[in-house]
């Protein structure tokens, strides 16, 4: 996907959806040998700033440099990992230090450099690169490898000709692939477009996401009461267990017995199910409340800001609702589909 569109061509908008692989057990070992080869590329890289700090010499760190010092250590260097993914990782270090770079000029001192070592790192292929044929995707590898096609488990919501970039990753013992697709910019009726000066308060609630005030006494009440119970349950469900393994927890240093590797193993599990259900739920929230401005042509909304409440010391219970509210996700999911909403 190019970083930069040429103006004259339409508006699009870019959406990702997230499919899960059906494997076997022969292809689930060759993605994550994928994946390992993407984490060897990314120690390479902190391993080489490294040396070059010892000798305080510039670190390296722009894409074209990183390009170039790959493709002088020569092919089949990471196993089945093609250059296209091994590049699609120093795109990521090259990205993620360049904005620690930016933060800590602006005086974050929290901002860190990424020097940290990861097992396996997620892969990205752009368009061109990869197949997909409805639900049969075909994955680049190196070489003179044989080739590696595999089977997502639903149909995708984009036809293949949208799609720009596919991403393989691994969350929670599972591994998934991320595409990325261009949709274009759905067109409004005549005299519907939304009109600049009738404005509507968009607040921020703890039990309810979006409470919305619009010209002529409209308003519109997004509940959260399922997303509140879904935080009550997780809570609850992980005192639980934490209770019931504590005295089996090992020590400082030791590495546990194959029983807690196997609980911490469902643990991951279900705090990513937690959060994948509760994102979803808040993208659909927004999305009403974006679906309901357009239809009464509001063209502005004023979101109120209470991520300032949050640094208060408040007692644990409430610090606890407060976070759990996500407050900075939702102004996000809101301003992105508040920024073109005639996209489908």
């Given at each position: 996907m190019p970083r930069h569109r040429d103006p004259r061509l339409p508006i699009v908008v870019h959406r990702n959806a997230r499919a899960g692989l059906r494997l076997t057990c022969g292809q689930r070992r060759r993605l994550v040998g994928l994946l390992v080869s993407a984490g060897d590329v990314w120690a390479c890289v902190l391993e080489l700033n490294a040396w070059r700090r010892a000798r305080q010499d510039v670190p390296l760190v722009s894409y074209q440099g990183l390009c170039r010092e790959l493709a002088a250590a020569g092919s089949a260097c990471f196993g089945e990992l093609d250059s296209a993914g091994a590049r699609s990782v120093l795109r990521r270090y090259s990205d993620a230090w360049f904005a620690a770079a930016a933060r800590r000029k602006k005086g974050d001192a929290s901002a860190r450099f990424p020097r940290r070592r990861r097992k396996m790192m997620p892969v990205r292929w752009y368009h061109g690169t990869f197949a997909l044929e409805g639900r049969r995707l075909r994955i680049p590898v190196a070489r003179g490898c044989p080739p590696l096609r595999v089977r997502l488990d639903r149909d995708l919501p984009y036809p293949a000709e949208s799609i720009r970039a596919a991403t393989l990753l691994y969350d929670a013992g599972r591994l998934w692939v991320d595409v990325?697709?261009?949709?274009?910019?759905?067109?409004?009726?005549?005299?519907?477009?939304?009109?600049?000066?009738?404005?509507?308060?968009?607040?921020?609630?703890?039990?309810?996401p979006y409470a919305v005030a619009g010209p002529g006494g409209q308003a519109l009440l997004v509940s959260g009461r399922a997303v509140r119970a879904e935080h009550h349950l997780h809570l609850k469900d992980t005192k639980a267990r934490r209770r019931?393994?504590?005295?089996?927890?090992?020590?400082?240093g030791q590495r546990g017995s194959r029983r807690w590797r196997r609980y911490r193993r469902r643990q991951r599990i279900v705090e990513v199910r937690h959060?994948?259900?509760?994102?979803?739920?808040?993208?659909?929230?927004?999305?009403?409340?974006?679906?309901?401005?357009?239809?009464?042509?509001?063209?502005?909304?004023?979101?109120?800001?209470?991520?300032?409440?949050?640094?208060?010391?408040?007692?644990?219970?409430?610090?606890?609702?407060?976070?759990?509210?996500?407050?900075?996700?939702?102004?996000?999911?809101l301003r992105d589909k508040a920024s073109r909403p005639g996209s489908p």
């Amino acid at each position: 996907m190019p970083r930069h569109r040429d103006p004259r061509l339409p508006i699009v908008v870019h959406r990702n959806a997230r499919a899960g692989l059906r494997l076997t057990c022969g292809q689930r070992r060759r993605l994550v040998g994928l994946l390992v080869s993407a984490g060897d590329v990314w120690a390479c890289v902190l391993e080489l700033n490294a040396w070059r700090r010892a000798r305080q010499d510039v670190p390296l760190v722009s894409y074209q440099g990183l390009c170039r010092e790959l493709a002088a250590a020569g092919s089949a260097c990471f196993g089945e990992l093609d250059s296209a993914g091994a590049r699609s990782v120093l795109r990521r270090y090259s990205d993620a230090w360049f904005a620690a770079a930016a933060r800590r000029k602006k005086g974050d001192a929290s901002a860190r450099f990424p020097r940290r070592r990861r097992k396996m790192m997620p892969v990205r292929w752009y368009h061109g690169t990869f197949a997909l044929e409805g639900r049969r995707l075909r994955i680049p590898v190196a070489r003179g490898c044989p080739p590696l096609r595999v089977r997502l488990d639903r149909d995708l919501p984009y036809p293949a000709e949208s799609i720009r970039a596919a991403t393989l990753l691994y969350d929670a013992g599972r591994l998934w692939v991320d595409v990325t697709a261009e949709v274009p910019v759905a067109a409004y009726p005549p005299d519907g477009e939304p009109d600049p000066e009738r404005v509507a308060g968009v607040d921020l609630g703890i039990i309810h996401p979006y409470a919305v005030a619009g010209p002529g006494g409209q308003a519109l009440l997004v509940s959260g009461r399922a997303v509140r119970a879904e935080h009550h349950l997780h809570l609850k469900d992980t005192k639980a267990r934490r209770r019931a393994v504590a005295r089996r927890a090992p020590k400082p240093g030791q590495r546990g017995s194959r029983r807690w590797r196997r609980y911490r193993r469902r643990q991951r599990i279900v705090e990513v199910r937690h959060r994948r259900r509760v994102r979803q739920a808040q993208h659909e929230a927004a999305r009403t409340v974006i679906g309901w401005a357009v239809a009464r042509r509001i063209g502005t909304l004023a979101v109120g800001d209470p991520r300032s409440v949050l640094n208060l010391a408040a007692g644990r219970r409430h610090n606890q609702r407060t976070r759990d509210r996500r407050v900075g996700h939702l102004i996000a999911v809101l301003r992105d589909k508040a920024s073109r909403p005639g996209s489908p």
